[in-house]
């Protein structure tokens, strides 16, 4: 198994002080989920787990460390290095404190989903197995087996993978090769459809009513790998652009304000979606903002180190709505 | 371990029967007398929800993602209202007057209730969350299907049966067990009772049955009955450090939880008048114990976090002899890097209290 | 269960007038509130939830004891936004107030004994309670002794009583330090716990109560341990973020203490036995 093949190679970056810690992931609390680990000793390395439940993005955790002079290990997904490039162009972490290890992916499974399955039928599952086109539950009664369609999370379908020069070391570099898009040419935009086609004022009874379940957890914020910001503008202690409560109005600022903020950073990795525990659609919002940028300025974020985001950088060819 | 309702001597009603086709008839009974609360979907979310005609029970859920408490001690609560000129004229929020019935709460949550009840009726009693206390009829609803993040067997629940509530209901397949269990649930039942008929013998034993079914597919995430822990020596372990390190510092674990009861009061202001209000707070939070002076005695995510679980099952425990903690399995399932309780007291468990 | 409205709302402030206004210092100001017939009596250590409608509440001592006259007095540094805002206030401004909260300096056990004040800036308000209450029943207890210290001359509260009434009683002796002396002033120089020092008190029969900056709180509880007093004859006062006040808001707990309820007074041996998180 691939965790096997991740062991000795962690091992030996540690040991030969290539770098201080890694973040890779560990066993979780139940069959279908992993835990972020941090592994400082060789010794830890016995709870590292590598399956298609590890759909955390690790590199949240470098936001904390950008002030600190360890040298990092990361365990990343194709996608996840994008987050690493906006860390790097953002100048939150140095590149040369970095040491990228990729492995191979293709698609994560979305516990959500797992869990909807698991429930309507009723199943008691003690574990799983992955298979070429998805996953098997194991149960007492036998095997069930899903498909990666009825399991996987969307982007994964969209999944637009390509070797990246950033990644330091890839750990099965023949398999890169199955790195390939889900679906050939998907429609990356097909969850905005819908809501294109409302009218503003439906639109905005839309919003209003998703917004209105949010609890102010934070976690969108929190799990997102490019809000890093050291004080949050809704943290700041002398200015009220929202209060502690719920209210509707307020949670509306919170949520468009923070999609703004992320907008040319957001690489569309899902996280702030994945955590919301009132299932707001997050992602519905950040990918109408990759959209625009993509179709006005023909950016995207996460691709490479060198091109700048269009809100840093002012053209003479930049749209202007005002001409 | 509960402290629950102390209304239920003498009730003299014998387990009745609930046709699941009569069921929609039943909300509508309720509905035209009290105010009603069911646990209904939308946008994939299961939540307690305020009736009205038609709404369906939802049909997959588990447990509602917030629990119960939002409904006695609402996430944010206006306490008064006020004036801003000269005499302020502070005008208290209104009472409920008239009584509401809560369906379908789970055995983890009705007991997290008598665990608020602790807290709220200590000391100077909290008008606000007592009223609703007061006001409201509880119709607990037993568990079939436990799922991986439960652990309320560990905290003297018994999934599938209800205790602690107005009424309980089983889940019988085509029919409910109805039991009365307390004087409020028999007015109730009184209101409608066209709606029942009579349980055999034989709906008893297989509502028995069932629970003790449920009870066999808990998983087995504590092995035993949770027992306090005597963590104030364990407070300079290096366990929190650890356990810390990922915690993202987000508020899902204190805010779904169904014993948490920390709170923040804050005024809001227009041009001639205001009001007061209090909020859900979280310990996870960096601001929750910055003071004005600028001092912060919980600067680091290692003392938050070790203030949760701290507070949790050590603290409440002193001084309520109680753990605040139900096993509803919440803070587990939805925790984003999933910290869990049940490893915090596994890793300090060889020390009882 | 019980009748709708049964129990009394206990978030709801009395709104009380504004009687007079000190300016002690250029940022401490007392505020003399004037109680209605029949509203709360306090002990002293206790503290009230103050409201400035529209801006918030913050907990603040009381910092005089009157018996039964109709006042009581708040000593208050402008901090945040609700204390800012009650600086704006005048003499026939009305606030919120509830309380008194929290429990208070035991009495019965100071009687007879020598006691020791040790206070530094906006800290002598909570002890001022104390003061007050021992010199309207001065025969209950032995000699007092206050040193109080603060960074500059206008920087010192009370000064009237400081320097005219206090050392005018039975058995009574105020030191008063300054961080920063200049050529007017012809008191001690120095920060709080050197003076204590310098005070060589023995710690017989005494009890020493003290408040003031955390670091002063520090290294005057230090001093205290080195004179030789036992850590329950140390006693202090806390500030903790408290909110309700009546230990539901779950905010200014240390250890499985609130604040509000076990506290706002301690003794050295109690803050001892709890988690250093505070």
């Known amino acids: ?323 | 371990m509960t402290t629950m309702n102390s209304n239920n001597l003498s009730i003299n009603i014998p387990p009745l029967i609930l046709k699941k086709e009569y069921f929609q008839g039943f909300l509508e009974a309720i509905k035209d007398k009290y105010e009603l609360y069911i646990p209904s979907e939308e946008d994939g979310v299961t939540l307690i929800r305020e009736y009205s005609s038609g709404d369906k029970l939802s049909e997959n859920y588990f447990n509602v993602s917030l629990p119960i408490r939002n409904l006695f001690f609402p996430q944010e609560e206006i306490l008064f209202k006020f004036s801003l000129k000269e005499n302020y004229n502070l005008e208290e929020k209104e009472m409920l007057s008239r009584e509401r019935v809560i369906f379908g709460v789970r055995p983890c949550d009705i007991l997290s209730l008598s665990l608020l009840d602790l807290v709220f009726e200590s000391e100077k009693k909290d008008s606000y969350y007592l009223n609703k206390r007061d006001k409201s009829i509880i119709i607990g609803l037993g568990c079939v299907a436990p799922q991986e993040s439960c652990f309320c067997t560990s905290f003297g629940v018994e999934p599938g049966k209800v205790i602690g509530a107005d009424i309980s209901l089983t889940d019988l397949g085509e029919n409910y067990l109805v039991e009365i269990l307390s004087l409020k649930g028999e007015s109730l039942v009184n209101y409608c009772s066209s709606i029942f008929s009579k349980a055999e013998e034989r709906d008893f034993l297989r509502g028995k049955n069932i629970q003790s079914k449920t009870r066999e597919l808990m998983p087995s995430r504590l092995e035993s009955e949770a027992k306090p822990l005597n963590l104030e020596k364990y407070f300079e372990s290096p366990e929190w450090q650890k356990l810390a390190e990922t915690c993202l510092g987000c508020g899902i674990c204190t805010y779904l939880c169904p014993t948490c009861h920390c709170f923040d009061i804050s005024d809001k202001r227009w041009l001639e008048e205001g009001q007061r209000f209090r909020c859900w707070d979280s310990c996870m939070f960096s601001d929750f114990t910055l003071m004005t002076s600028g001092h912060n005695p919980r600067i680091n995510k290692k003392e938050r976090v070790r203030q949760r679980f701290m507070h949790k099952l050590s603290y409440f425990y002193n001084r309520f002899s109680e753990i605040a903690c139900v096993g509803c399995g919440r803070c587990l399932k939805y925790c984003p890097v999933d910290i869990d309780i049940t490893r915090v007291i596994g890793v300090f468990k060889d020390e009882g209290k | 269960m019980k009748e709708n409205n049964l129990y009394k709302n206990p978030y709801l402030p009395e709104v009380v007038l504004i009687e007079r206004v000190t300016t002690e210092t250029p940022d401490i100001k007392t505020f003399r509130l004037l109680k209605t017939e029949g509203s709360f009596e306090h002990l002293p250590g206790q503290f009230m939830e103050v409201s400035v409608f529209g801006v918030g509440e913050a907990p603040i001592s009381i910092s005089s004891y009157a018996g039964k006259a109709g006042y009581i007095e708040l000593s208050i540094k402008k901090m945040g936004m609700v204390t800012s805002a009650l600086h704006d206030l005048r003499f026939g401004d009305k606030i919120g107030v509830r309380g008194p909260y929290g429990n208070s300096f035991h009495i019965e056990w100071i009687k007879r004994k020598d006691l020791l004040f040790v206070g530094g800036g906006i800290g002598l308000a909570p002890l001022r309670s104390l003061i007050h209450y021992i010199f309207s029943n001065r025969e209950d207890f032995g000699r007092v002794t206050i040193l109080y210290g603060a960074r500059t001359f206008q920087d010192l509260v009370f000064k009237d009583e400081l320097f005219n009434q206090w050392p005018q009683k039975k058995d009574t002796q105020v030191h008063t330090t300054l961080d920063m002396g200049n050529d007017d002033w012809k008191g001690r120089v120095g920060v709080v716990p050197k003076i204590l020092k310098e005070l060589k008190l023995k710690p017989i029969n005494t009890v020493a109560f003290t408040c003031g900056p955390p670091i002063m709180i520090k290294y005057t509880l230090e001093t205290l341990e080195e004179l030789g007093f036992p850590d329950e004859d140390i006693i202090t006062t806390l500030e903790m973020k408290m909110k309700c006040g009546i230990g539901k808001c779950g905010r200014c707990n240390i250890g499985d203490k609130y604040v509000c309820l076990d506290g706002p007074v301690f003794t050295l041996k109690e803050l001892k036995d709890l988690p250093q998180e505070f």
């Open chain 1, 1 to 323: 198994m691939k965790k096997n093949s991740l062991s000795p190679i962690i091992k030996e970056l540690l040991k030969n002080g290539t770098v201080n810690y890694f973040l890779a992931y560990g066993k979780g609390s139940f069959w279908f989920k992993v835990r972020p680990l941090i592994i400082r000793e060789p010794v830890e390395l016995k709870n590292l787990e590598w399956n298609r439940f590890c759909y955390p993005n690790l590199t949240t955790y470098l936001k904390d460390s950008s002030r600190s002079q360890d040298k990092i290990g990361v365990v990343v997904k194709g996608c996840d290095v994008k987050s690493v490039v906006e860390l790097i162009k953002g100048n939150q972490i140095d590149r040369e404190n970095l040491f990228l290890l990729q492995v191979p992916c293709d698609g994560t499974v979305d516990p959500g989903k797992v869990e909807n399955l698991v429930w309507i039928s009723k199943l008691k599952v003690t574990g799983f197995e992955e298979t070429g086109n998805g996953l098997e539950f194991i149960t007492k009664e036998g095997r069930v087996s899903v498909n990666k369609e009825e399991v996987f999370f969307s982007k994964c379908y969209k999944c637009d993978f390509a070797p990246s020069p950033l990644v330091d070391r890839y750990l099965d570099e023949e398999r890169l090769e199955k790195n390939q898009p889900s679906i050939d040419n998907p429609d990356l935009y097909e969850e905005l459809r819908i809501i294109e086609e409302m009218n503003p004022e439906k639109r905005s009874i839309y919003w209003e009513k998703q917004f209105s379940r949010c609890i102010r957890c934070f976690a969108c914020r929190n799990v997102c790998p490019v809000c890093y910001c050291p004080t949050c503008v809704f943290d700041q202690k002398d200015t009220s652009w929202i209060s502690k409560g719920v209210k509707p109005e307020e949670n509306n600022i919170f949520h468009l304000t923070r999609a703004l903020h992320v907008a040319t950073l957001c690489t569309g990795c899902g996280e702030c979606e994945r955590v919301c525990p009132m299932k707001l659609p997050l992602m519905e919002l950040n990918l109408k903002l990759i959209k625009e940028v993509d179709e006005l300025y023909h950016y995207k974020a996460g691709v490479d180190l060198q091109s700048i985001s269009p809100l840093k950088e002012y053209g003479k060819d930049d749209y202007d709505e005002f001409k």
